[in-house]
């Protein structure tokens, strides 16, 4: 039993407490190998009282060997007796740091207090087999709040106002810390980089159930920016890094400034990690100097890909990357892809060949200039396509998550619809404003995506109108918060990986217009469809919308789809998703919601480093005779 006296004074924050009943360290030794040579292991059960605070429950659980340890390293008479008593000491520890200083906390293995003479002989003559009850009960006993509450030294008020700690709050040690935190991290976000916080100043006043905290700030001189240094880097020009960095000798110093130039020198790929570390002093001159080491990636990457749906077979992909190919970050792909492959004979088959360059930091920072030349062949449901295409763009990074793109394209392509084969020469001006709010590119649980793009074509040659083809995709995510029965845990271990670990709804809007020409003035492969892994499961690539007299998808003037999709991860690698698609297309005005497809389905997930794994069921809920009644989709990556 562990029993703290009412007129104790000490600090609020978490210390050690001493055991009481064990014997001296050098006895301890030869019980302990004693009792390992006349004893085996006990089974034990456990049973810890409820407090009635659940986040204090948690906690106490979390710190409790008894618990941790039960299963994967049961223990002898004397080994459970340490353990329980060790116990005592955490628990404790845990109700300080809650603001609970009077707690009195009892464990009994065996029916008998742990601190009991008799307990390790009664232990040692126990029959095995029969596991040993041990309770821990817990009386937090009245919770502290916090007294005088005082910061001294001279801090600004901007660095003063953020802390956070009040008189009558709860003595929390996670409160009082925060609020340190909280100074500290102003005061140097206020140019004091060399700032200093020490623990506080605590008092505990048992008779009035009360504890005084007195932080003592030691701010330091305000800096700025000094000399930067940079090393690790070997095929890396260093003036690309400097130039990503964005960072000069003179401005204010600024932890959140400096995370952010870390973060831009990561944005393109080519370095595996980046740190920035202050000096310990100013120069003479007053300044803080900076050291930015780094690491690069290996400058070739070969990437391989696959997926497979019941309608459109199976497609298999590879790509090779050169990530630095001057010395500045510019990256050189080259990819293959063949498609249909197992629906099709040899002659049906589609392939794709393109290569890419991307040229980051043209003539300024965040512009970049990409380039792209591609060879397609491909046999669709909707139409068949002979084409070469070329592109230049300039993407340019206006703010965090904002981005811009306008460039120029050229295609030529024989299509084949319905009829002989119609050939097409285009000119295109395609323009894009990205916005992405989220938290994870490739495995987002909070936060938007919003897609606007416009593109001018202008015909130069093939039966066809000029037009303009626009389209909009907003697509979003939430997460529960941490901590919430309904979405994370607290992230505690979970040995059988079976615990609920995130829940995230995600949902996907879509809307495309053709503007200046009707859906049969404008070449097919430029025409909106749906259907298919990537906008409505259940329903054929394509299959959605007007029809030609042949029963082709034909494609059509305006697109509207919407999305829904629960996902559920358990553990490291497993999840599951349960979902809702629909769409429409139209050949003129924007689609009824009476002419909505819907599709819905479940899928299982499997996590990998490359991203998620994903198998979908699809059915369609509003089919078409022929359709058929489930769709099979295996790729790589979420659908949206």
Do not use: C, K
Request: charged share 20%.
């Amino acid at each position: 039993m562990l029993r703290r006296s009412p007129w104790r004074a000490g600090p609020p924050l978490p210390l050690p407490t001493a055991r009481r009943g064990l014997p001296p360290p050098w006895l301890s030794l030869t019980l302990l190998l004693g009792a390992a040579a006349r004893a085996a292991d006990l089974p034990y059960t456990l049973a810890i009282a409820p407090t009635g605070d659940v986040g204090l429950d948690r906690a106490i659980a979390d710190v409790s060997q008894l618990a941790q340890l039960r299963d994967q390293a049961p223990a002898g008479p004397f080994a459970l007796v340490a353990r329980a008593e060790a116990d005592a000491a955490r628990i404790d520890t845990v109700l300080r740091s809650f603001g609970h200083y009077d707690a009195v906390i009892v464990v009994r293995v065996a029916g008998r207090d742990v601190g009991e003479a008799g307990l390790l002989p009664l232990l040692e003559r126990l029959p095995g087999g029969a596991p040993v009850p041990v309770e821990v009960d817990i009386d937090p006993g009245p919770l502290y709040r916090i007294g005088v509450v005082r910061l001294d030294g001279p801090v600004p008020d901007a660095a003063r106002q953020a802390f956070d700690l009040d008189a009558g709050q709860p003595a929390r040690a996670g409160d009082v810390l925060a609020a340190g935190q909280a100074v500290l991290a102003a005061l140097r976000e206020d140019g004091f980089a060399l700032a200093r916080l020490p623990p506080p100043d605590a008092v505990v006043h048992h008779r009035e159930r009360i504890v005084d905290v007195v932080y003592a700030a030691e701010p330091g001189p305000r800096v700025a920016i000094g000399e930067i240094s940079v090393g690790g880097f070997e095929r890396l020009r260093e003036d690309y890094i400097r130039r990503r960095l964005g960072l000069e000798a003179g401005e204010p110093f600024s932890p959140t400034r400096l995370e952010q130039a870390r973060q831009d020198l990561l944005a393109h790929g080519v370095l595996a990690w980046a740190r920035i570390a202050p000096g310990d002093s100013p120069d003479e001159a007053g300044r803080l100097p900076l050291t930015v080491e780094v690491a690069e990636r290996p400058p070739r990457v070969v990437r391989l890909g696959g997926a497979y749906a019941s309608d459109e077979g199976a497609t298999l992909s590879g790509a090779w990357i050169h990530r630095n190919l001057l010395g500045g970050a510019e990256e050189l792909t080259l990819q293959g892809e063949v498609g249909r492959l197992t629906q099709n004979r040899a002659a049906d088959l589609s392939y794709l060949v393109r290569s890419s360059l991307r040229v980051p930091d043209l003539w300024r920072r965040d512009l970049d200039l990409r380039a792209d030349l591609a060879g397609i062949r491909e046999f669709l449901e909707a139409y068949d396509r002979d084409a070469v295409t070329a592109g230049i763009a300039l993407e340019h990074r206006f703010a965090p998550g904002l981005a811009g793109r306008a460039g120029l394209a050229f295609e030529d392509a024989r299509i084949t619809q319905e009829g002989p084969p119609q050939d097409y020469r285009l000119l295109a001006l395609p323009v894009s404003l990205n916005w992405d709010s989220t938290d994870d590119p490739g495995e987002p649980t909070r936060g938007s995506r919003i897609v606007l793009e416009a593109t001018p074509v202008r015909v130069l040659a093939g039966p066809a109108e000029g037009f303009v083809r626009a389209r909009a995709v907003a697509a979003g995510y939430w997460a529960p918060p941490v901590g919430s029965s309904q979405g994370d845990r607290d992230g505690s271990p979970d040995p059988a990986g079976l615990a609920l670990t995130r829940t995230v709804l995600a949902g996907r809007f879509v809307l495309g217009d053709l503007l200046g020409a009707g859906a049969d003035e404008v070449p097919p492969d430029w025409r909106f469809y749906a259907g298919g892994a990537g906008s409505v499961r259940g329903f054929p690539f394509q299959s959605i919308g007007p029809r030609t007299p042949s029963g082709r998808p034909a494609g059509g003037e305006d697109l509207l789809e919407a999305s829904l999709e629960l996902r559920l991860r358990f553990g490291a690698h497993w999840g599951a998703v349960a979902f809702v698609d629909s769409g429409a297309v139209s050949a003129s005005g924007i689609p009824h919601l009476g002419d909505l497809s819907v599709g819905a389905g479940v899928g299982v997930r499997y996590y990998t480093p490359i991203g998620p794994v994903r198998l979908d069921l699809a059915t369609p809920l509003t089919a078409s005779p022929g359709d058929a009644p489930v769709q099979l989709y295996v790729a790589i990556g979420h659908a949206f």
